[in-house]
């Protein structure tokens, strides 16, 4: 059943929403006594003293102020893990997964999280967390955030609910989502099954990447950016809230929803976007321009144009480029890519890159098209062609990153991934 919700739009905007009329007070963030009885709360995900420009935070109107919970308790990490991993070496191997399976028994969102890969270090704020969630079931009486970065969700089977402080928003295949650093949420399905990639950025919270002399419009749109509309519950009960902090997992009571928020204002909300939004632009003479094109999302790493994610789609689309290999190059680069499928086929690989599946091409190891690929698209008329049934994404970041214990020994690796480049041939005739 799909949901109806209503979103405010526009990235980054300073949104102002109640829930109840008057409950945001006018004029001022504090004042003495908040409409309702609510508790004023500052959220903040930038320093104080952060340029105005990269300023982020949100004041919440509550029922009860966040401090009203119980003492935190460490609990099992299960499979997720957090930069820098150090529980195994760094291969520069090329890696490929096949999808991580829904689980038999009964498995909510944070149960059944599975960390790939990782780099940088949470506590440095740097880098990034790469996850696959897989559940049957929705997060019942159980809260979460993360201290550790903001959570990019890439829906890739399924719909959920994403229930937030600042409100509700609704994700499937197609559709991004991204939850900022700390704020409270919990996964609800609206699917039997739900499984889809997070990129959890320890780093600078994303923004939209420049254009260039593409000039004002295109590529991702601000206008397209949905976030949601305050809406609380008032609700009490034994209930759990589970932290994950400076890489490990802790759990703590909480006797109420802290879905409580009856109005706030700020521009540090969670958003969705919709990536058939995406306007896609590339060549219309000739040649493979990089896949920085297709920059959705980007988290900066302080050195300019290098980033600590880039969060890259690959839509459908037309190809007309003229006398020119026109899959993706075969290619070293110094940037790690991280690989996902969310539908369809990836034209650099048509066999083993399925959807739900994933691959790992690492700072400066050789990747490219499969055998057959290149011999297909060497010898193809170069008609105008219409991508149709694809949608691949790429986490791309400056830093190494390390795959999990996990990823490296668990069922999903394929053993013989770089078998698919085994058939390349010497042609030379020289
Ligand atoms: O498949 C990849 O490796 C990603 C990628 C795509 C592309 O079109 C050009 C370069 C590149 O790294
Ligand atoms: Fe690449």
Request: with cysteine.
């Amino acid at each position: 059943m799909a949901l109806d919700l209503e979103y405010m739009t526009g990235f980054g905007n300073e949104f102002e929403t109640e829930a109840l009329p008057g409950a945001l007070p006018k004029g001022q963030f504090s004042p003495q006594k908040v409409k309702y009885d609510l508790y004023a709360e500052q959220f903040n995900v930038t320093a104080f003293t952060a340029p105005r420009s990269d300023n982020r935070r949100n004041w919440f109107y509550r029922i009860r102020p966040s401090v009203v919970q119980g003492e935190y308790e460490a609990i099992d990490n299960g499979l997720i893990r957090t930069a820098p991993i150090t529980e195994i070496i760094t291969p520069p191997t090329m890696l490929r997964w096949d999808p991580v399976a829904i689980p038999e028994v009964k498995t909510d969102f944070i149960d059944g999280l599975v960390t790939m890969a990782a780099n940088g270090s949470a506590n440095g704020q740097t880098g990034i967390g790469i996850h696959i969630y897989v559940a049957n079931s929705s997060m019942e009486g159980r809260y979460f955030y993360n201290a550790d970065g903001e959570m990019l969700f890439v829906p890739q089977d399924g719909e959920i609910v994403l229930h937030t402080e600042c409100g509700k928003l609704a994700i499937k295949a197609g559709e991004i989502a991204v939850i900022p650093r700390g704020i409270k949420f919990s996964v609800e399905l609206l699917t039997e099954t739900a499984r889809g990639y997070i990129c959890e950025n320890y780093g600078h919270s994303y923004v939209l990447a420049e254009r260039g002399p593409v000039g004002a419009n295109g590529y991702a749109n601000d206008r397209d950016f949905q976030y949601p509309v305050a809406a609380f519950e008032d609700k009490e009960g034994d209930f759990e809230l589970v932290a994950k902090f400076n890489g490990n997992m802790f759990r703590c009571d909480i006797g109420h929803s802290p879905f409580d928020v009856v109005a706030w204002t700020g521009n540090s909300a969670p958003y969705k976007y919709d990536l058939a939004r995406f306007n896609v632009i590339n060549t219309v003479s000739f040649d493979h321009p990089d896949p920085s094109i297709f920059t959705v999302l980007t988290s900066p790493s302080g050195t300019p144009g290098v980033a600590n994610i880039d969060f890259v789609v690959f839509p459908p689309r037309w190809m007309v480029a003229e006398n020119t290999f026109r899959p993706p190059y075969y290619h070293r680069n110094i940037m790690s890519e991280f690989m996902g499928l969310i539908e369809g086929v990836y034209d650099a690989k048509e066999h083993g890159f399925v959807p739900g599946g994933s691959s790992l091409h690492n700072c400066m190891s050789p990747h490219g098209p499969e055998a057959e690929v290149f011999e297909k698209a060497s010898n193809a008329e170069l008609a105008p062609q219409r991508y149709e049934n694809t949608l691949a994404f790429m986490f791309e970041s400056r830093y190494i990153i390390s795959p999990t214990k996990y990823a490296l020994e668990g069922t999903e690796r394929q053993p013989n991934y770089s078998a698919c480049w085994k058939g390349i041939e010497k042609k030379f005739k020289g």
